[in-house]
């Protein structure tokens, strides 16, 4: 289950970030076409065991929008 707080969206896609490392994280996109009482049903891009963000996702896709926007990159 992926807490409603860790989603968040950009281009009409949602997302959640993964940590990769203690200091790194990429962003994943998921579906949403299984929500629950508390948030998504996430199997096939996720599993057991990875770390997600569930407070402060949206400094993160700000961060990322900004690295984007900077880069030229989409």
């Known amino acids: ?14 997302l959640v970030f993964r940590a990769r490392s203690a200091n790194r994280f ?6 949403t076409d299984a929500p629950a009482t ?3 049903l996430v ?8 770390r997600i963000v569930i407070r402060g996702a ?8 900004k690295a984007t926007s900077v880069s030229g990159k989409k």
């Open 1 to 14: 289950l992926v807490p409603w707080s860790a989603v968040v969206w950009q281009d009409n896609q949602a």
């Open 26 to 31: 990429e962003s994943v996109p998921i579906a």
């Open 38 to 40: 508390d948030g998504y």
């Open 43 to 50: 199997s096939e891009v996720l599993s057991p065991g990875d």
């Open 58 to 65: 949206g400094l993160l896709l700000g961060l990322l929008q």
